[in-house]
């Protein structure tokens, strides 16, 4: 199972005991504050969590898979993601 958005939000709403609008409006500020950071091409770092940055890819040639053929992929903007080794070994506790 996948955590989405609205997840992120009960989960505020259980532990921090705000409203669900006031959760809603703290997680959708903390993503957009994210997406910004990112944006403008500043590197994005969570102590303990990890540290996304941003990443510009440049034009390049690729194949198709099916028939073969070359064909030129865009260059393109990636976000890259780096988890924190407090995050890795938090993980590998939980690992069977």
Do not use: C, H, W
């Not at 409006?25 to 993503?31: A, D, G, L, P, R």
């Not at 910004?36 to 941003?54: A, C, D, M, R, V």
């Not at 890819?57 to 903007?77: D, L, M, Q, W």
Request: charged share 35%; hydrophobic share 35%.
């Amino acid at each position: 199972m996948a955590m989405t958005k609205a997840n992120i939000v009960e989960e505020v709403y259980k532990k921090v005991g705000f409203s669900k609008s006031q959760a809603a409006e703290i997680v959708e500020t903390v993503f957009e504050t994210m997406k910004e950071t990112l944006e403008k091409g500043e590197k994005l770092k969570i102590s303990g969590f990890g540290n996304f940055t941003p990443r510009d890819k440049k034009t390049r040639i690729g194949r198709n898979p099916k028939t073969g053929e070359a064909i030129e992929i865009s260059a393109r903007r990636v976000v890259t993601f780096k988890a924190s080794p407090v995050l890795k070994a938090k993980m590998n506790e939980k690992a069977p």
